[in-house]
């Protein structure tokens, strides 16, 4: 029997203390929290940057460079041109019943600056020589559009495999007609948009008339608008093919008859109607006579992304 | 025998008391944690904690009270923060070194036990990788980063034979290189970088199983001479000194913390940059994040986390697109390749759930850049997925 | 429920306690058997209903069996009663726990899918006890259904034993005031079998199912990953018997011994002696003794050694590899008691190593229950495997290290013995050791549950 004193020394004294030490020590010191204020100022100097104020950086170190082709970096050479037998383009400003582009107050001095703008694109069009528009600036419009779906078909997919727009913001079927895309409008419809735009080719010219043509966009209207009450809804211009094209295809040289039932149809409807006459230029035409280039989409979001969302903000 | 007799009486008093307080504290305890409310989340383990279990003879019966209220028993239980980094500390300081796949190395460093794959096996993400190159015809630079334990395998604790472990790393991925050549694909090694690097600075985060900005820093000149690119020079700032990462999390091993850097350009102006987020709306002004710095998080202050497609485009003119394939690993690097490009493309192959036909068919004249960890490469299942073989060519209308 | 579960440690355990300490003497037991059949259902709710009949059942057996002799009937009707109460608790038996073996021997096809009662094993070899001591006229039956109701439900060795022969507990089930003392050792006891339990044989358990799992281990390895469950069992079972008796003795309750340092035996014969000893008690008084012991010829001592090892093989559990134990177990010690008992009684240090070697090999093939993997296993011990190479013996033994150091150390007797003399004597030494490792047990049974969610960082 191992002998031990009688009194014990109480250890649990001892032992909390111990643990509170280690507890301590454990929580380790903190940082000094003065080092930190250099690094945190400089993030929150980039974040609280101005979206405007970034764009007129970056417009002002692209202005520095050469203004060349910023996606491909080379200039953009354009295609032999064809003279025009289509009327001439409108020289002014279009026709405001058709065009949402808000009122401008008539400057006395002359056209306003929103005018001139429209005649330059309009230049630039007949000129061949369109500004391809930076990246910036392409997202800028993107960004404008993201409550903007594009539906179609391959003209309206050409959006996408050009750069302009991103690929959901557009719904397309290639070779559709349009009662094919019912579906397809759905499913733009599920994304909530506010504003809907259709974009079609020559596909259904020669499957329908320009009545049943009127009709089938009527009925697609009216699903959008039941489906998204409140809905803004444009429809695009049916283009024509090119002359060389509509010289050998009669059937498709008489689309013009289609583009007029639907442009009156809208007047009445309080559809929009966007009128891209003006865009329509030869040396805008792929060799197929039906698609269009690259330019050409270019101007096409300027300008639909004025008729859509109006005139503010957009760079020039 | 008298000693005995006389003994007796105190020692069984004093430990008939020393039980009685004993069972007094134990009912104590369990009132206390009984009647205490519930606690519904638990910050550390960044989950919500289970609740007292629905009660209803069925699930009596069933047995899926029983069971439910055992895991409401274990989250509940109180100071149980506090007792998980207790059995975490009595496991080490009983000589473990090894938690939850992570192994603890000298001087507080918490290094992740790497991830093994035979060279049998190709990881899927390759495949992609070689699709983009040879069906799609991009020029595609693969950098996929080293494992912390293979760089820094002298940290590793003895239990981990570090030399031999890193070596396996080296030569398990030289021979899943080799096993599976890719064409037209340009592989930056940026372990000699990295190596290089340890000793003046910090490449890999103690707590965390990311590369610091300074191991980034390291590496872009070998990524962007994949690139075609040349590096420009940049300084760290520090944004935050008390960084606690996911090793610490999963090991329960909360000891020293790390300091988080951002790069600034040395002798330049900042990029302007407009960043757009797929599913968000607005234009951001910087890649950077600064409330993330205080929130559990504060590695999100690179770019705020990882999304399915985010598109930066910079000040730059006529200097290209990058689209990137990435993890998180990719984050702290971005800021020093914006000067570099026109506009990049970030796309995190888990998230994105666009058309990535259309993806690729609007990104033709792009570089790509395929940036991963090597965890992350290996493991991927998504990217092999989302890139698609090359399209049979435009299909003509009707 | 489990000791080792915080639903019983910071739940149902106080909550008993307060109560039963709060009634009344006469409502005592009553509060054990509710805490009895509560603790027994909360794990198998539908199975308390079995329990119940057992209790029902037995208690009738034990009165009818007690009345045939009390009116004269003949030794041959009344053996009938017995034989109808052995049947009925073996039916059961059989029933829930051999059924599915026995159909997988002969209609593979049919196998029905039958989950284990826990506890059926030592619950109904207690009710055999006492159903067979009253035909043996050892005992009076049980007119009290509550009392015997807790003879059969008492909480603590309900589920893992130790297995308390009837007469054994008789006395103490109306009576077991206790005392400070046994209050003070049982509480003491319980937390150390605790401590054996969660800290010991859970961490070498967890070592040996890597070593198995991770297929084609070395020789050190595998006599490792072996070397780990023979500590694994043994702080498990003893931790849990340590468990049972010490909470049977602070509600006044003294139950036999079931381990007694089993590892330190010389040879089989003793280490079956040291080890689950209430099992072997149970066998020698109701299949060896009743069969002739070794008071029979030679012959049919074998056949007895036999039969009792191939049984308490078969009660381990419904598998070859527990008849295979069975079987092994009564060879050894066959062989002990007619040919070399006697060397190994004169040569203690052989006979450790014997011994040691034996019961190791002996657990692989009570651990593996899957024929194949236990022959790869036993081959990998022999070196007859070559290392697969996916073992970190490093990393197995930074990691468990400790775990085994201070699972050998604990074997070692005078370690044990130092544990009594501070127990004793150190009183407050004492309670500082069983409140730390109180502590750390709890904290190691919700480590499991520790589970953070990192995915979206990564």
């Known amino acids: ?316 | 025998m008298e000693h005995e007799g006389q003994k007796q009486p105190n020692p069984t008093r004093k430990g008939f008391l020393l039980a009685r307080v004993f069972l007094v504290l134990w009912i104590a305890v369990a009132l206390v944690n009984a009647l205490l409310p519930s606690k519904e989340i638990s910050v550390r383990e960044r989950r919500a904690l289970a609740g007292f279990p629905e009660f209803t003879l069925r699930r009596v019966l069933d047995g899926r009270f029983e069971e439910e209220f055992e895991a409401y028993a274990k989250d509940q239980v109180l100071g149980r923060d506090a007792l998980v980094t207790l059995n975490a500390s009595g496991s080490r300081a009983l000589g473990n070194v090894y938690a939850s796949g992570v192994w603890i190395g000298k001087d507080g460093w918490l290094i992740e036990d790497p991830v093994r794959l035979s060279p049998e096996n190709e990881s899927p993400a390759l495949a992609a990788v070689r699709r983009l190159a040879s069906g799609w015809g991009f020029e595609v630079a693969l950098a996929v980063i080293p494992e912390a334990a293979e760089i820094l395998y002298d940290r590793l604790p003895w239990a981990a034979d570090g030399a031999a472990l890193a070596g396996t790393c080296r030569t398990s991925w030289a021979a899943l290189l080799d096993a599976h050549p890719l064409p037209g694909v340009t592989v930056c090694d940026t372990a000699p970088a990295l190596s290089a690097a340890v000793s003046r600075t910090q490449v890999y985060y103690r707590t965390d199983h990311h590369w610091t900005t300074a191991g980034a820093l390291a590496a872009l000149p070998v990524i962007l001479e994949g690139l075609g690119k040349e590096a420009g020079t940049f300084e760290l700032l520090k944004v935050c000194d008390s960084f606690r990462g996911t090793l610490a999390s999963a090991s329960g091993v909360y000891g020293t913390a790390d300091e988080i850097d951002v790069p600034v350009p040395v002798g330049r102006p900042d990029e302007p940059v407009l960043v757009q987020v797929d599913g968000e709306n607005g234009l951001r002004t910087s890649v950077y994040r600064l409330d993330a710095l205080s929130s559990d998080d504060p590695y999100l202050v690179f770019m705020g986390g990882n999304y399915g497609k985010c598109t930066i485009t910079t000040g730059e003119t006529g200097k290209g697109r990058l689209l990137v394939f990435k993890d998180s690993y990719f984050n702290c690097l971005l800021p020093m390749l914006l000067e570099q490009y026109s506009e990049i493309v970030l796309i995190d192959p888990r998230y994105f759930d666009d058309d990535p036909e259309l993806l690729l068919l609007s990104m033709q004249d792009a570089q790509v850049l395929v940036c991963y960890s090597r965890a992350g490469f290996l493991t991927d299942l998504r990217l092999n997925r989302i890139i698609p073989e090359r399209a049979a060519g435009p299909q003509p209308d009707r | 429920m489990v000791f080792s579960s915080i639903t019983f440690l910071l739940y149902f355990f106080p909550l008993v306690w307060l109560v039963y300490r709060l009634v009344p003497r006469s409502a005592e037991n009553a509060v054990l058997v509710a805490a009895s059949l509560v603790f027994y259902a909360w794990g198998e709710p539908v199975y308390l209903l079995l329990m119940l009949l057992s209790i029902g059942m037995n208690y009738a057996f034990g009165l009818l069996i007690d009345r045939a002799r009390e009116e004269g009937m003949s030794p041959a009707k009344r053996r009938f009663h017995l034989v109808m109460g052995v049947a009925a608790n073996l039916s059961f038996l059989v029933f829930f726990k051999y059924a599915g073996f026995l159909f997988s021997l002969f209609a593979p096809a049919n196998a029905p899918e039958i989950a284990l009662p826990v506890g059926i094993s030592f619950y109904t070899f207690q009710a055999l006890s006492y159903v067979i001591d009253v035909y043996r006229e050892k005992v009076r039956p049980r007119k009290d259904l509550l009392s015997f109701a807790l003879y059969i439900s008492l909480f603590p060795q309900l589920i893992a034993g130790p297995i308390v022969q009837y007469k054994e507990i008789e006395p103490q089930l109306s009576h077991h005031p206790g005392s400070r003392k046994m209050l003070q050792e049982g509480l003491w006891l319980f937390l150390w079998g605790l401590a054996k339990k969660v800290l010991i044989a859970n961490a070498a358990g967890q070592m040996f199912t890597e070593i198995r799992g991770a297929g084609g281990a070395g020789v050190f390895a595998s006599w490792l990953g072996a070397f780990a469950f023979t500590l694994q069992i043994y702080y498990d079972f003893s931790g849990y018997s340590d468990m049972a008796t010490g909470i049977g003795r602070m509600f006044g309750f003294r139950f036999p011994q079931n381990f007694d340092a089993p590892y330190t035996s010389r040879s089989v014969t003793e280490f079956w002696r040291r080890w689950h000893i209430t099992l072997g008690s149970w066998f020698r008084e109701y299949v060896y003794i009743p069969l002739g012991g070794n008071r029979v010829s030679r012959g049919r001592h074998i056949r007895n050694l036999l039969v009792v090892w191939l049984l308490t093989g078969i009660w381990h559990g419904a598998g070859w590899n527990f008849i295979l134990w069975g079987l092994y177990y009564g060879l050894l010690l066959i062989l002990e008691k007619y040919v070399i008992g006697d060397w190994l009684d004169t040569h203690p240090l052989p006979g450790r190593i014997y011994t040691a070697f034996v019961v190791i090999v002996g657990w692989m093939i009570f651990a593996i229950t899957d024929m194949g993997e236990l022959g790869r296993y036993l081959l990998s011990m022999a070196g007859a495997v070559r290392n697969a190479g996916a073992l970190s013996l490093r990393r197995l033994l930074s990691g468990y290290g400790a775990v085994l150091a201070a699972g050998t150390a604990g074997l070692i007797p005078q370690v044990s013995r130092i544990r009594k003399v501070i127990f004793s004597n150190y009183k407050v030494l004492a309670f500082v050791i069983v409140a730390v490792l109180f502590v750390l047990c709890v904290a190691s049974l919700i480590r499991d549950s520790y589970n953070p969610f990192l995915y979206f960082r990564f």
């Open chain 1, 1 to 316: 029997m191992l002998n031990k004193p009688r009194t014990q020394r109480n250890r649990m004294p001892a032992a909390l203390l111990a643990c509170v030490l280690l507890g301590a020590a454990a929580c380790g010191p903190q940082g000094d929290p003065s080092d930190l204020s250099a690094g945190k100022a400089y993030l929150a100097r980039l974040e609280s940057r101005e979206v405007a104020d970034v764009l007129a950086e970056q417009s002002r170190m692209a202005a520095e460079h050469e203004s060349v082709d910023a996606s491909t970096g080379a200039p953009y050479v354009p295609t032999e041109p064809v003279p025009s037998s289509v009327p001439e383009p409108p020289s002014s400003v279009p026709p405001e019943t058709t065009v949402t582009v808000p009122e401008t107050e008539p400057a006395p001095s002359g056209p306003s600056e929103e005018e001139r703008t429209l005649s330059a694109w309009a230049q630039e069009a007949a000129e061949n020589r369109v500004r391809m528009l930076s990246a910036s600036e392409l997202a800028w419009f993107r960004n404008r559009l993201s409550d903007t779906v594009f539906i179609g078909d391959s003209v309206a997919q050409a959006l996408v495999t050009e750069g302009v727009l991103p690929e959901n913001r557009v719904f397309f079927k290639r070779g559709a007609i349009l009662r094919d895309l019912e579906e397809t409008v759905l499913q733009a419809a599920a994304s909530y948009p506010k504003n809907v735009v259709f974009f079609k080719g020559l596909n259904d010219v020669d499957y329908e008339t320009p009545a049943t043509y009127a009709e089938t966009y009527a009925a697609l209207c009216s699903r959008i608008k039941e489906a998204l009450p409140g809905v803004r809804i444009f429809i695009c211009a049916l283009l024509p093919p090119s002359n060389a094209l509509g010289a050998v295809r009669e059937d498709l040289a008489r689309s013009w008859m289609f583009d007029n039932e639907i442009h009156a149809w809208c007047v009445n409807s309080g559809v929009t109607y966007i009128d891209l006459h003006w865009l329509v230029q030869q040396h805008f035409y792929l060799p197929d006579g039906i698609h269009f280039n690259k330019a050409f989409y270019q101007l096409f979001l300027r300008y639909v992304t004025v008729c859509v969302k109006g005139w503010e903000g957009v760079p020039r």
